[in-house]
């Protein structure tokens, strides 16, 4: 039977595995570990094996587990849809949010980020690849976006974050991925300071290394298969 350590390290292999088949360096991309539907004991079990960033999906569920885990030194990004009505709640409990895809959504999120934070970290999320059940803005659209996103004062412009439709194969995977870097680097060429690109989860972050990725987001690999919320 694996443990959480196991698989935490089984992950950072496969990164470091996929940086060097694309002559990248390891540290060129960072783990996000998604404890979303996992308890406040297998996060814990995870930092001690030296995890620090935690993305979650349910914004509600992720409060209650950062008050729970309020002695670790830990990094909470919020990678799940953001409604009006929860803007408040990440903006106060969220280091990181992957998942801005409207200028009310930021503006929001940066009046209400409280001043004694320092300012939200957040990612423009791109539906690159025009999944039907996907969130995100089209393309086209990013750029003006991210320019209105970059002049909101308590956020910080980090990047692009995207969610594409599975793919069948490994080239298939990096095609689409490869869609979201070169839009990545034409925000960059627009005056943009990005550093970010979170792309890539446990099925396909291989491919998404491959393109450029610099932040996978992996769940299933670490903590196993996922309870169905109800």
Request: glycine fraction near 6%.
């Amino acid at each position: 039977m694996t443990t959480i350590p196991d698989n935490l390290q089984q992950v950072r292999s496969r990164i470091a595995a996929a940086c060097a088949s694309a002559q990248r360096r390891a540290d060129e991309v960072t783990l996000l570990a998604v404890s979303k539907t996992f308890g406040p004991e297998a996060v814990a079990q995870a930092h001690a094996a030296g995890q620090r960033a935690f993305g979650e999906n349910y914004i509600q569920e992720a409060v209650d587990k950062r008050a729970a885990l309020a002695h670790l030194p830990l990094e909470w990004h919020c990678i799940g849809p953001i409604q009006s009505n929860k803007t408040r709640l990440v903006a106060q409990h969220f280091d990181w949010a992957h998942t801005v895809d409207r200028l009310k959504i930021a503006q929001r999120l940066s009046e209400q980020r409280p001043p004694a934070l320092p300012p939200l970290q957040v990612c423009i999320q791109v539906n690159i690849d025009g999944g039907p059940t996907k969130a995100g803005i089209a393309p086209q659209e990013a750029l003006a976006l991210a320019q209105e996103v970059a002049r909101l004062p308590r956020l910080s412009l980090r990047g692009l974050m995207t969610l594409p439709e599975p793919a069948p194969d490994f080239e298939s995977a990096r095609q689409v991925h490869l869609r979201a870097a070169a839009l990545f680097r034409q925000l960059r060429q627009a005056g943009l300071a990005l550093d970010t690109l979170s792309m890539g989860m446990t099925a396909d972050l291989e491919a998404a290394v491959a393109a450029g990725s610099t932040l996978v987001r992996v769940g299933t690999a670490i903590f196993g298969g996922r309870a169905r919320k109800v």
